[in-house]
């Protein structure tokens, strides 16, 4: 017998999962998905870690940054629109992870992706903090500084991290609260909430490059490359580029690894295949339309930014509505810092959103509790149990990390959870060709190749710390696999009865009328 651990979940199985009364809701239509593709990519990224990747990594060439982030996501976002088209179930890379590399694969990417979805949700809910507290300064409010802030931080001049002098980050908790809130209320009512906050947020980022296109002054832009245009490291071991004083990379291609956390939205979207209308057309429309979108906008206000702040003034928390207060202009300071709060917010409601499907998928599979991981709420049939569980972490988290810290270990659990799913296409395609595929990467073989290329790259450009980080929570995975995830497993347990049965139904409570 083959070793279990290594054992496939049958396309059979999976297509299987969504029949019935045990599957989630199907109300999602591809503006919808669009939208909370948009919704998680555009926030962050341009709203906070623009100014982190400009002052610390980049310097003007974080166009270039953003370029390259942009083309990685590319051939990834490919990999993802053809799985997601051939199983439309919750779960994303776990999912495809399952059916293509085995169980013990697919929990090793499970893990990953609950820790990517987390820490992102940490780092947008610091990045709401400071700029809802930039809000209230201009009205002359100030937060006690014991409750403005994480209470340490890491200094890239001196390569230490230093006290701050508070004790948490308030505003952080009550945001991640309120959209725990929001989303134990169902997924249609989340969607309405997230379509609205994108339509603000896209109009406030238009206003951005409309009006601060007139305060641009060229020689911001010189030198356009101070740090270089690479920054690639081995384990702390520089191969291209310069460091900074604490070992860490700088470059245009350390920066683009930096900010590759503001393009994981796509991969959110496919978390939510069991929930579209349509999935094998609708999920790679949202996948696709929604990167190409944010790309665009992403190129046309880094270059604003950097035009408008010399790069070394950049702020770092608040950095597009500090640069029009630089400017002389008040009043779209308020108005940016409103959009990007609101912009944060629908970021942060598509990322614990996604986290609790992923352990819904996992629980599916027994390789989770069932009962909790797995539990339906009666009336809003979402995952309640979870989704509160995730929003006691977030809050945990951004009230008290900083937000270098969780930056830098989103990115690299999203580039490992890219690389598995190029290579996870690699192989369905050399070992069921015959599946259907209502859509294709094109290029094969060399989109997925290309993809697993340019996420190592940038895996590589991000400082030794965070593979660290990495292997300490892959290890803590291992422990509860062989613990508890490999007794339980359906899979496994079918396989030793000398069967590969249908799944065994989630515990859920009956529909209300």
């Known amino acids: 017998m083959a070793n279990p651990l290594f054992a496939t979940k049958p396309l059979s199985l999976l297509l299987e999962e969504m029949k019935g009364e045990n599957r989630l809701r199907r109300v999602l239509g591809p503006y919808q998905l669009t939208a909370l593709g948009v919704g998680a990519v555009i926030g962050t990224g341009i709203f906070v870690l623009t100014g982190q990747a400009a002052h610390d990594r980049t310097g003007p060439a974080l166009i270039v940054s953003f370029v390259a982030a942009g083309i990685a996501c590319i051939f990834a976002a490919l990999c993802y629109a053809e799985f997601a088209s051939m199983v439309p179930v919750a779960g994303s890379a776990y999912t495809y992870a399952y059916a293509t590399l085995g169980e013990l694969f697919a929990w090793i990417i499970g893990w990953d992706l609950i820790l990517e979805y987390a820490v992102a949700s940490m780092t947008v809910a610091h990045g709401w903090s400071k700029n809802f507290q930039d809000i209230l300064s201009v009205f002359g409010i100030h937060l006690p500084k014991a409750l403005a802030n994480s209470p ?9 991290f230093f006290g701050t002098g508070s004790v948490l980050d308030l505003p952080g908790i009550a945001i991640a609260v309120l959209v725990t809130w929001v989303l134990v209320i169902g997924i249609k009512e989340s969607a309405r909430f997230n379509t609205t906050m994108v339509a603000i947020k896209v109009a406030i980022v238009l206003f951005v490059i409309g009006v601060g296109a007139f305060y641009v002054d060229s020689a911001n832009w010189h030198p356009f490359a ?9 384990f702390g071991h520089t191969l291209f580029g310069q460091t900074d004083k604490g070992g860490q990379p700088l470059g245009a291609l350390a920066g683009a690894a930096v900010i590759f956390f503001a393009y994981i939205g796509f991969d959110s979207i496919s978390t939510h295949a069991e929930e ?23 190129i046309a206000v880094s270059a604003i930014l950097t035009g408008m702040v010399p790069y070394q003034e950049i702020n770092i928390e608040t950095p597009v509505s500090d640069a029009f207060r630089r400017a002389g202009l008040p009043w779209a300071r308020f108005l940016i810092s409103l959009g990007a709060m609101t912009g944060i917010t629908s970021v942060l409601l598509v990322m614990m959103l996604s986290q609790p499907r992923v352990w819904l998928a996992m629980a599916r599979d027994g390789l989770f509790p069932e009962s909790f991981f797995g539990a339906i709420h009666e009336k809003y049939r979402t995952p309640w149990k979870a989704t509160i569980l995730t929003g006691v972490a977030v809050a945990l988290g951004a009230a008290f990390l900083p937000l270098r810290v969780l930056a830098d270990l989103t990115n690299i659990g999203t580039l490992f959870a890219f690389v598995v799913v190029c290579a996870a296409v690699l192989i369905m395609r050399v070992k069921h060709p015959e599946a259907e595929r209502p859509f294709r990467a094109p290029f094969y073989p060399v989109v997925p190749i290309l993809g697993i290329t340019t996420c190592m790259i940038l895996m590589f450009s991000l400082a030794k710390e965070n593979w660290y980080r990495l292997f300490t929570w892959l290890a803590i995975g291992f422990v509860i696999y062989f613990a508890y995830g490999r007794k339980h497993s359906v899979l496994a347990r079918a396989r030793a009865s000398g069967r590969v049965a249908a799944p065994r139904p989630v515990a859920e409570p009956a529909r209300t009328p």
């Open 152 to 160: 340490f931080d890491y200094d890239p001049a001196t390569g230490h």
């Open 276 to 298: 579209a209308k349509n999935p094998q057309k609708d999920v790679p429309v949202g996948i696709i339309a929604s990167l190409v979108i944010c790309t665009v906008l992403y």
């Open 226 to 234: 101070p740090y270089g245009y690479t920054g690639m490291s081995f």
